[in-house]
């Protein structure tokens, strides 16, 4: 865990993302409990859920958390937040606290995708991210399970059986869809068109990093870093080594969010210090 001050307590992030809702809760600078669900129509209701799921992983009460952060798509109707916060942010603060020498962030979402480059602190040194488009994202490797007739995870996993990688013209999701039905009728093989899929998406991730740069230690968050194929697609084109996640990456948001509720205690306890050294000063 990265050296910064801790504070005794239990502090919350909440995670409300377009496909999943996540909860981290941190006691005493560790983590004690997490929650993972499929989010809902109801943003403030996904979040809440996935915070009780946290809580009940813990052995807690909701009257134990002193702050919460939210952060995600959702975190606009978080009103049981103490504050809110950008998922750029959050991610840069969770990679920080599993792997503090990683510099380089590879978010995929169910929605964007983003390229994050930190600074030693956990801090935001600069991003870029694509959010106009399906490709490149979670949905895309949804649409593409989907036309195999696989889960996600299995996707990644037959990928990985390929003997050589079949370049695919498009990042568009309607357009590879396409595209891999003609594939697949001119007698390539399934899992090499799969390894392909799953290249497509690598490169549109190197495209967002020739913008901001790239340095090791490079850390993989999101869902969709549980999927090996899209691992090993992005070690050979990025040409760098992504570390081994020891937690879920996909909690990795959340996690940040409940850093940054713990950092907002640190803070008040601090500047409550500094307020009852100048109350003593003033009355000396």
């Known amino acids: 865990m990265a050296a910064s001050e801790k504070i005794q307590g239990i502090f919350a992030g909440v995670d409300v993302g377009s496909l999943a809702s996540k909860s981290v809760i941190i006691r005493d600078g560790e983590i004690a409990g997490f929650g993972l669900i499929p989010s809902g129509l109801n943003s403030e209701e996904s979040g809440l859920n996935a915070l009780a799921a946290a809580l009940e992983s813990a052995g807690l009460e909701r009257s134990d958390i002193s702050h919460i952060v939210s952060t995600g798509y959702g975190r606009i109707s978080a009103s049981y937040a103490s504050k809110t916060v950008t998922e750029i942010t959050c991610h840069a603060k969770g ?83 396409s595209e891999t039905i003609s594939l697949l009728a001119r007698g390539e093989k399934p899992h090499n068109i799969q390894a392909g899929i799953h290249h497509a998406i690598a490169n549109r991730i190197a495209g967002l990093f020739s913008r901001v740069g790239i340095q090791s230690d490079v850390y993989f968050s999101g869902g969709v870093a549980k999927n090996k194929g899209m691992r090993k697609a992005l070690e050979e084109v990025l040409k760098v080594n992504i570390v081994e996640p020891y937690f879920d990456p996909q ?34």
């Open 95 to 177: 990679a920080n606290y599993l792997f503090p020498n990683a510099r380089t962030i590879i978010d995929i979402g169910g929605q964007d995708c983003k390229a994050i480059r930190v600074n030693g602190d956990g801090s935001v040194a600069d991003f870029a991210m694509n959010d106009k488009c399906a490709a490149g994202t979670g949905r895309f490797l949804e649409v593409m399970a989907g036309l195999f007739k696989v889960s996600l995870s299995e996707l990644g996993d037959l990928s990985l059986k390929a003997d050589a990688v079949v370049p695919m013209s498009s990042t568009c999701t309607v357009f590879v869809e």
């Open 251 to 284: 909690l990795t948001g959340a996690l940040g969010a409940a850093v940054l509720a713990q950092a907002i205690a640190v803070k008040e306890a601090k500047k409550g210090r500094q307020q009852e050294s100048s109350a003593i000063q003033s009355a000396a």
